[in-house]
């Protein structure tokens, strides 16, 4: 984990442009979602678009998540109906529920329509083999 106490967190943030900064607490927000029985607690700069989480999986101290954008108001061009984020987060130490986020980026609606992690979408539509 880096080393500065005031900003000890990274994050590689792809929304339209490709960016990389530290972040703390104090320019955070926090997630809370349930996994697996458990509530946990994701800790996501403020400047990330709020998302329902809606795919979890967990390898050692990562999670990824799939998400889906909310519209906070009618002037939020970034919650468009339909976009989503993939997202991964880390662990922090000594603690068993609490990440922090590590990498997000902007999904396309088709994207996450062709996940299939989206309740209301029965089926990616069809592509023929030559992709037309």
């Known amino acids: 984990m880096p080393d500065k106490p005031l900003k000890p967190f990274w994050i590689d943030l792809h ?9 703390g607490k104090m320019h ?12 946990i607690r994701l800790i996501c700069p403020e400047l990330t678009a709020p998302s329902a989480v809606r795919v979890v999986a967990a390898e050692g101290d990562l999670l990824f998540l799939l ?7 009618d002037e939020d061009e970034d919650a ?8 991964v987060a ?11 986020l590590l990498v997000w980026h902007l999904l396309f ?10 309740e209301r979408d029965s089926e990616p539509p069809a592509v023929s083999p030559e992709g037309h």
């Open 67 to 73: 998400g889906e954008l909310l519209a906070q108001d």
């Open 109 to 118: 609606p088709e994207t996450l329509q062709y996940s299939g992690c989206l």
């Open 28 to 39: 955070a927000r926090s997630l809370t979602f349930e996994y697996e029985g458990r509530s």
């Open 80 to 87: 468009e109906e339909g976009y989503g984020a993939v997202m």
């Open 15 to 23: 929304d339209g442009r490709q960016e990389g900064y530290r972040y």
């Open 90 to 100: 880390r662990r922090l130490p000594n603690s068993s529920d609490t990440y922090w």
